[in-house]
């Protein structure tokens, strides 16, 4: 699987962004397409996961009400849509898949590819 993100940048606090993830080379054993972020001198964290299938959803307890994880079966893509931004939500975000089936694992070491990840940059 090969994944390609886009969509990062600067927005202000309280601003929104939308992050994208192309999916390529998909396969039945592709579970699960999930959003992981990384800001320096920190360990990579898990942050918003979906299941390629049945479309459930899954957050961390950071973002959640804030971002919303989508996916676009037809056009192979995943969205992470980003409301009311905070200056620790600074991080670069990567885009990951798992084939581990029925679970949504929260440590990246569990997650099998990785996107070379997207800057988002909140301002205070």
């Known amino acids: 699987v090969q994944l390609v993100e886009s969509g990062g940048g600067l927005v202000q606090t309280g601003g929104s962004l939308t992050l994208s993830c192309a999916v390529s080379?998909?396969?039945?054993?592709?579970?699960?397409i999930g959003w992981f972020r990384q800001s320096p001198g920190k360990e990579r964290e898990f942050v918003a996961a979906?299941?390629?299938?049945?479309?459930?959803?899954y957050y961390a307890d950071s973002v959640k009400d804030r971002f919303t994880i989508s996916r676009d079966n037809a056009k192979n893509t995943t969205s992470l849509q980003m409301n009311s931004l905070k200056p620790e939500d600074t991080a670069v975000y990567y885009c990951?898949?798992?084939?581990?089936?029925?679970?949504?694992?929260?440590?990246?070491?569990?997650?099998?590819?990785w996107g070379r990840g997207t800057q988002v940059t909140v301002s205070s």
């Open positions: 080379g998909l396969s039945f054993s592709t579970y699960a």
């Open positions: 990951t898949s798992s084939n581990r089936w029925g679970q949504i694992a929260l440590r990246a070491e569990e997650w099998d590819s």
């Open positions: 979906i299941i390629w299938n049945s479309g459930t959803t």
